[in-house]
């Protein structure tokens, strides 16, 4: 089993930033794919970022390319997502997933480890 603990999220405004966490925990893989999504409320789970933990591949939803950036730490086992220039919209629940292999998925059921979420709020 993998343990995952998102953090950091919490209330900004409009053009603010935020920072969240993931601290992965338990069974490692030689390779693995770590993933952001979000839901907000009345909307399916939706896909945000994610990287290869080996060589850091990255990939963006297009909604957040540019704004957001997902990063590694490999000594902390953690994984970030700085989230600049936020929008209300952005404003949701957002979730860290990870899924065994490298290939970078943008789908909620590839992945099978999920954190118990963070809500991020952006106000106007």
């Known amino acids: 089993q993998v343990q995952l603990v998102e953090s950091g999220g919490g209330l900004a405004q409009a053009g603010g930033s935020l920072r969240l966490s993931c601290a992965a925990s338990g069974r490692t893989f030689s390779r693995v794919t770590m993933g952001w999504f979000r839901q907000a409320p009345g909307k399916e789970r939706e896909f945000v970022a994610a990287?290869?933990?080996?060589?850091?591949?990255?990939y963006y939803a297009e909604s957040v390319k540019g704004r957001f950036t997902i990063s590694r730490d490999n000594a902390k086992n953690t994984v970030y997502l700085q989230m600049n220039g936020l929008k209300p919209e952005d404003s949701a629940v957002y979730y860290c997933?990870?899924?065994?292999?490298?290939?970078?998925?943008?789908?909620?059921?590839?992945?099978?480890?999920w954190g118990q979420g963070t809500q991020v709020t952006v106000s106007s």
């Open positions: 990287i290869t933990w080996s060589d850091a591949r990255r």
């Open positions: 997933a990870a899924r065994a292999g490298s290939y970078i998925s943008t789908i909620t059921t590839d992945y099978d480890y």
